[in-house]
């Protein structure tokens, strides 16, 4: 049996998107995959409720029970103080080995949120890949100044159960300088890049509810389209015409404006807008509540000021998980695509 971990150097860079990627096309060679995610963070008592990572993962992945692994921890501070008081003494390594003993070719494990989480229990990135002898597919998010040395870093942690890199969320206009300098670096130090995935803004988007959420918003109106994915952030706060020009340029936006600037929450409804966030805890006139209405398109109201709530939600946008079905299929599509599969299955040795 052969085991791939797949994992990050930080929170949120794309791994289960590349699962997904990587499943489509393993499934398309004949490979039967597995999957199990050690560790989950979190307070649930049930690691596999509805909204779970491990759940939803299991269903876009269309797998049966006896496919999937189910995690060994749940990571929160209660965990963390028993195992540092001693009420916890379970050889996770052991445990780790018998629960990964699954049905197929190749069992994908989702590792942390980066290479340490899990290390209290012997679970951290580089402790699983060696317990089973695993190979590692890092997953990294592209900075232009931090990618490099967390790669690596990575390097040196991992030694040769490193396989190689997946460089994900490049902004178009560094596409081209990635190809050009950071993978042939890469190559050559011997971190062979099997794919480099560009910025995409449905799977960086949040919906409507999320941002409800976030903010603690009060729905003025349209509480049946919160389903709606915001993709973008504009703030309004300048002058009519400037900020009409400004909202022609955005797509699928979240508008933030003050609650006493109709001309701007007028301009915003008429352009890419999928929802108005009025700050102040100020009530919009009549005629811009009607004619949200008409345009289905949701009013929230938020007792912050704009600077708060925009850091909320930028905030928001870096915690993105794959829920809805539509970023779910993207994140096949555009993996599958950037993903070198042929190269990943030979030095696994399937």
Sequence with gaps: MKYLMVASTEACS??????????DRLHEKGIEIAYAQPVVTGTATNPLSTDNDVQLMAEALSLPSERLGLPLLVLDAAKSIDRLTGVDRQDYAKLLYESVQLPGDLVI?????????????????AQVAMSLDAGVLLVNRYDPVSSIDLLLSAQQQLGNRLLGCII??????????VQTTLVPYLEQVGIPVFGIV?????????????????LDAEILCRPDRLDLMVESLSIGAMNVNSALEYFRRGNNMAVVTGGDRADIQLAALETSTQCLIL?????????????AEDLEIPILSVDLDTLTTVEIIDRAFGQVRLKEPIKINCARELFGNHCDINRLISLLGI
Excluded at 172 to 177: F, I, K
């Design 279 to 291: 700050t102040g805890h100020l009530a919009p006139q009549t005629f811009i509540l009607s004619r």
């Design 168 to 177: 994900n969320d490049i902004p178009r206009d560094r596409v081209e300088s």
């Design 109 to 125: 494990l989702e590792g942390g949120a980066n290479l340490h989480e899990g290390s209290l229990f012997n679970l951290a990135t």
């Design 198 to 214: 560009h910025r995409n803004g449905l799977l960086r988007s949040v919906t409507v509810k999320q941002l409800v959420q976030q």
């Design 14 to 23: 794309g791994k289960s998107a590349t699962i997904l990627g990587l499943a």
